[in-house]
Nanobody, 124 residues
Framework: QVQLVESGGGLVQAGGSLRLSCAASGQTFRSNNMGWFRQAPGKEREFVAAISRSGGGTYYADSVKGRFAISGENAKNTVYLQMNNLKPEDTGVYYC?????????????????WGQGTQVTVSS
């Protein structure tokens, strides 16, 4: 089972940018379908973005489409989430997740491995 560690969160003003990193160990991230999720206080964990095992497919929540980009770097065994034009409603804890097999990639229950999360706070 792959182990995941997120980093890169922080406090940023609205309109700013952050890049989150998800370092994988134990397996290559390319062996998995990778996803980013976020959870705001009092809300359920929600899908943000995903990249397929082949790397040929990327998927985004409508709320982040055009602002966020998911990518992977094989040499560092790391998946990134570039977040631009951040909004206060993007605030939350961001989690990286992995699933060797997947059907509903937007569903948290499909993912078998999770990182500890990194806090993103966007001020208005």
């Amino acid at each position: 089972q792959v182990q995941l560690v997120e980093s890169g969160g922080g406090l940023v003003q609205a309109g700013g940018s952050l890049r989150l990193s998800c370092a994988a160990s134990g397996q290559t991230f390319r062996s998995n379908n990778m996803g980013w999720f976020r959870q705001a206080p009092g809300k359920e964990r929600e899908f943000v973005a995903a990249i397929s095992r082949s790397g040929g497919g990327t998927y985004y929540a409508d709320s982040v489409k055009g602002r966020f980009a998911i990518s992977g770097e094989n040499a560092k065994n790391t998946v990134y989430l570039q977040m631009n034009n951040l909004k206060p409603e993007d605030t939350g804890v961001y989690y990286c997740a992995a699933a060797p097999l997947i059907i509903q990639r937007r569903s948290p229950s499909e993912y078998k491995s999770w990182g500890q999360g990194t806090q993103v706070t966007v001020s208005s």
